[in-house]
Nanobody, 121 residues
């Protein structure tokens, strides 16, 4: 059973930064593409960023390009999301996902429990 555990969420002022981590119970190199999704209150879960198994290919939703950076360290079994220049609209629960191939959340097999990010307006 693959377990994913997110950490690093919190409350930060607009313009600030946070670094989310996703620790896996198995070697992340075996989890193929990993991704971050987020879900704001009353909204559907949305794609944020994805990274392929070796970290050489990344994908971002337009609203976070230039502000967020996804990365992974397979030897440490960990994926990261560096979030800079945070905006109130980034407020959401952020989820780590693994073993998927697209921006569609239904495509991913494994999910973490989520970590809350709050950026007050």
């Amino acid at each position: 059973q693959v377990q994913l555990v997110e950490s690093g969420g919190g409350s930060v002022q607009a313009g600030g930064s946070l670094r989310l981590s996703c620790a896996a119970s198995v070697r992340t190199g075996t989890l193929y593409t990993m991704a971050w999704f987020r879900q704001a209150p009353g909204k559907e879960r949305e794609f944020v960023a994805a990274i392929n198994w070796n970290g050489l290919n990344t994908d971002y939703t337009d609203s976070v390009k230039g502000r967020f950076t996804i990365s992974r360290e397979n030897p440490k079994k960990t994926m990261y999301l560096q979030m800079n220049s945070l905006k109130p609209e980034d407020t959401a629960v952020y989820y780590c996902a693994a073993a998927g191939t697209s921006q569609n959340p239904n495509d991913y097999l494994y999910w973490g429990q989520g970590t809350q990010v709050i950026v007050p307006s």
